[in-house]
């Protein structure tokens, strides 16, 4: 499996499960005409980083810090109580030709990496978000020890935690998660999605509502 | 508007839908101003290619509205189609459908082409403010967004009471991460529609995003006036909460508004949201970073 060097000395792999990878599509996916964020939530196993969930947040003016603190806080609540840690930040640009992270994206992720130091980040590349996806659509961003996101050659495998071997991880193949993708785009279960926009203006909207994809 | 566009978006889908409840969907879209363009396309088509008469005096509106809903949805046959509709009945130079060209190309991605269209248009007429508006969006588009704010600026300068270009400058000005020009855009936007909630808020969020305890102060009373004109505003809410605790709460006054915000966001979630509260308390009893 591919290692990414975080660093010098580090070597990580970067796990993604295929529910967060969804989520993050679905939710560019249901503002086509918007810059779209969110945080990953995860936790390290052995050394390795899982990115389990994403907690959609904006699609409105993303720029702007109080509502993200906010945010930011109940996120970490919730993943108290799940054994969870913000990991991360996702970002999807408004032009569908801007393909890198915008200066508050990188912004936003550094805050996050100032608490979490394998923090990353999810550039999101607007141009792979089809109804037919034949290609991963985000790019994986790290922290190099000169303190700026660099970009990584691959996104890291698809996977989630084995319960049954709590230190090694069940593994899904891409093609799996691209057809899981399309499915959930057909199934128009982006409807279902809730960001925080969405929770400002009705209380009674999570974030944290599951989805089935 | 949940459950109403939820409604809609059942009736649109519905094979045995009625006349009647195309037109609600297409009616409802439009006074709401969702951009709900799925459902516009799949209702207005209906109604303009079998029920074109139950339209009235709104049947070319109706082609216009169909075509707009199709560009973004990328359905160019509809697109193409209606287009070839609207220029048989208004004739090739008719300004309104050569605007509607433009916006074809600029789906297409042919933005020097739609560009050609709209200074040709605005060469014959120069108050067009819809074409000119086109201009700035394709600028946008290009990804020229020093051109498309100094195009905006100058369309503002002729349409200073256009609270949609000021509200796309202020836009513009927070991508660029210039926050003091966007404060300006919500100034004006305050003193053009004083009693929309939405830009008291987004002014507050703004100074707070800028920082500084002036700002802050600032921020607090913008997300206090928020609130009241829109009661139960969750944003102003916890915009009042994070204001104070920045800043520090001096004074009675003070202490009764932070009271205010955090009582109200207990009852919200207490009647909204019970599940999240535990994390809510934990967020309001936070120590400010």
């Known amino acids: 499996l591919p290692k990414i060097t975080a660093g010098t000395a580090i070597v990580m792999e970067f796990v993604v499960s295929p529910v967060a990878y969804i989520k993050t599509i679905l939710h560019a996916w249901k503002y086509p005409a918007c810059a779209v964020n969110g945080l990953l939530l995860g936790k390290m196993v052995k050394g390795n980083l899982l990115v389990e969930d994403v907690v959609p947040l904006f699609h409105t003016h993303l720029n702007l810090t109080p509502m993200f603190d906010v945010a930011l806080f109940q996120a970490e609540g919730h993943c108290k109580a799940k054994g969870l840690q913000v990991v991360g930040l996702y970002n999807a640009n408004e032009l569908n030709t801007e393909n890198s992270p915008s200066p508050a994206a990188m912004k936003l992720a550094s805050r996050i990496q100032a608490d979490f130091s394998n923090a990353i980040l999810w550039q999101v590349l607007n141009t792979r978000i089809v109804e037919h996806p034949d290609k991963i659509a985000i790019r994986l961003y790290t922290m190099a020890p000169a303190k700026h996101w660099e970009v990584q050659d691959q996104v890291g495998p698809f996977g989630t935690h084995d319960a049954d071997a709590p230190k090694s991880f069940r593994y899904t193949e891409e093609k799996e998660v691209l057809e899981r993708v399309e499915n959930a785009i057909s199934m128009y279960k982006y409807k279902k999605l809730v960001d925080w926009d969405d929770h400002c203006e009705n209380c009674a909207l999570s974030v944290f509502t599951e989805i089935e994809v | ?289």
């Open chain 2, 1 to 289: 508007t949940m459950t109403t566009l939820k409604e809609l978006v059942a009736t649109s889908a519905t094979a045995g839908s009625s006349v009647r409840r195309h037109r609600e969907v297409l009616e409802k879209t439009a006074s709401e101003c969702l951009r709900a363009s799925d459902i516009v396309l799949s209702s207005g088509k209906k109604l303009v290619t079998e029920h074109a008469g139950s339209l009235g005096r709104s049947l070319w509106d109706t082609h216009e509205r169909v075509l707009m809903a199709a560009l973004d949805c990328g359905d160019f046959e509809t697109a193409d189609k209606t287009l070839a509709t609207l220029r048989r009945k208004f004739g090739l130079t008719s300004q309104r459908v050569r605007r509607l060209e433009g916006m074809r190309l600029e789906a297409e991605c042919d933005y020097a082409g739609a560009l050609k269209i709209y200074k040709n248009v605005l060469e014959q007429d120069p108050a067009d403010a819809l074409t000119w508006k086109r201009t700035v969006v394709v600028l946008r588009d290009c990804g020229d967004s020093k051109a498309a704010i100094e195009e905006l600026n100058d369309y503002l300068k002729v349409f200073a009471q256009d609270h949609e270009a000021w509200l796309e400058l202020a836009d513009m000005y927070i991508e660029e991460q210039e926050y003091n020009l966007a404060k300006f855009c919500f100034e004006e936007l305050i003193m053009l529609q004083a009693p929309n909630y939405q830009f008291h808020l987004r002014y507050a969020e703004l100074l707070f995003t800028i920082g500084g305890t002036q700002n802050l102060e600032l921020a607090r009373n913008y997300f206090a006036q928020a609130l009241e004109l829109k009661p139960g505003c969750l944003r102003a809410l916890y915009g009042i909460v994070l204001c104070l605790r920045a800043t520090g709460v001096k004074g009675t006054l003070q202490q009764k508004l932070l009271a205010v915000g955090q009582s109200q966001l207990i009852e919200q979630y207490t009647k909204y949201a019970p599940n999240l509260l535990p994390i809510v308390k934990d967020v309001l009893n936070k120590d400010s970073k």
